[in-house]
């Protein structure tokens, strides 16, 4: 029987065209983390990512794997009309979708229990803080944009070998300190003190002398107004994420109909 229909031209390159820029984005993703972990040294001693809880450079890789994958299936099974490669990638992405509707829905009901979980996963972070750079720069940079210091406050840098105040008496200048990244804006000065955190946590020090030189809230508290000041934005981020996400579910499923559509025909 000859072929009197074909799919639909908009439906195949509306799913190709979605998935080029998911494959695009997701290869370049994982060339940055490939390329973190080859300027690291990772691949010369695989071990360096059992270290510290979680290494910043796998989740690039882990994400950016995830994404070229489904962007690869989701692109040639567009263009060659495959049916397996579009199912994969329409119910990939559906568990996707659903994992992150089930943590924002967990997250809401069970928020003190998440907010515990935040607070041990940064006083686990907070003890490798040296030991892995990518790690130091993700921590000192959270600490600056949120204005915080530490988890639950700033004391929680005494868990770190480096600031622990028992090594005063070897001394150590970093002991009984917290990192830079804690310390509030000097002003107009620009140039960037590193030992501006030195002493701060110890018993003599002025409470109020500490709170005009460094951030005492922790982080958590912090993260967790910033939430609420920006619940909108957030919010209207995360329903764009999920529309899109359903839009690729229903273009795929909308070719994957077409082609069984045809191939009854003949």
């Not at 031209?9 to 799913?15: R, W």
């Not at 695989?46 to 290494?55: F, G, H, L, Q, R």
């Not at 690869?72 to 099974?77: A, L, M, N, P």
């Not at 992405?93 to 979980?117: S, T």
């Amino acid at each position: 029987m000859a072929r009197d229909t074909e799919v639909s031209c908009l439906v195949k390159y509306l799913v190709f065209g979605f998935n080029v820029i998911f494959w695009l984005a997701g290869g370049f993703i994982l060339g940055i983390g490939l390329w973190a972990w080859f300027e690291k040294g990772t691949f010369d001693n695989i071990t360096k990512v059992a270290n510290v809880p979680v290494d910043p450079v796998l989740i690039f890789v882990v994400v950016g794997a995830i994404m070229f994958i489904l962007g690869f299936s989701g692109c040639v099974g567009a263009l060659r009309e495959n049916i397996i490669l579009l199912r994969f990638f329409s119910v990939v992405l559906g568990i996707i979708f659903f994992v992150e509707l089930a943590v924002g829905v967990l997250g809401f009901v069970y928020k003190d229990w998440f907010k515990q979980q935040l607070d041990n996963f940064i006083q686990a972070n907070i003890i490798h803080y040296r030991d892995d750079p990518d790690l130091q720069n993700i921590i000192d940079f959270v600490q600056s944009y949120f204005q915080c210091c530490g988890g639950k406050d700033f004391n929680d840098w005494e868990n770190n070998i480096y600031f622990n105040c028992t090594l005063k008496a070897r001394g150590s200048r970093e002991a009984c300190g917290v990192p830079f990244s804690c310390c509030k804006d000097q002003g107009e000065n620009n140039v960037l003190n590193t030992q501006c955190g030195y002493d701060v946590r110890e018993e003599e020090t002025n409470p109020s002398a500490r709170a005009i030189a460094i951030y005492t809230k922790g982080c958590v508290p912090q993260f967790e107004a910033w939430l609420q000041d920006n619940l909108f934005v957030v919010a209207g981020v995360a329903i764009g994420i999920a529309l899109l996400q359903v839009f690729g579910i229903y273009l795929a499923n909308s070719l994957v109909s077409d082609i069984q559509a045809i191939q009854a025909l003949w």
